[in-house]
């Protein structure tokens, strides 16, 4: 599998940004999105199945941010909304067969990053 990333860009607080994973290749079942902020580790964001389930988020994202995806085209998003300064970092997607898995920063699939800054 492979994935490609794409979207990010300089943004006011209070703005929005959708960023786009598009996927190539073999079918698995989980996507999600994933962070780094500067001087910080990576951490999880939002996760969806391809075949189906109840999206997942971190709370710091819940009700700003909706991860979704167009079967036909191979894509998943990530619609950003009510930017905080906060929420500027490197977005990764990544994916996988087991959702725990992909969950836990341990997919075996990762694209490459898009910047997302937010300014104050």
């Known amino acids: 599998v492979q994935l490609q990333a794409f979207g990010g860009g300089l943004v006011q607080a209070g703005g929005s940004l959708r960023l786009s994973c598009a996927a190539s290749?073999?079918?698995?079942?989980?996507y999600a999105w994933f962070r780094q902020a500067p001087g910080k580790e990576r951490e999880f964001v939002a996760v969806c199945n391809w075949t189906g389930g109840a999206p997942y988020y971190t709370d710091s994202v819940k009700g700003r941010f909706t991860i979704s995806r167009d079967d036909a085209k191979n894509m998943m998003y990530l619609q950003m909304s009510s930017l905080k300064p906060e929420d500027t970092a490197v977005y990764y997607c990544?994916?996988?067969?087991?959702?725990?898995?992909?969950?836990?920063?341990?997919?075996?699939?990762w694209g490459q990053g898009t910047l997302v800054t937010v300014s104050s």
């Open positions: 990544s994916a996988g067969r087991d959702r725990g898995t992909v969950m836990g920063g341990k997919g075996p699939y």
């Open positions: 290749g073999r079918t698995v079942s989980t």
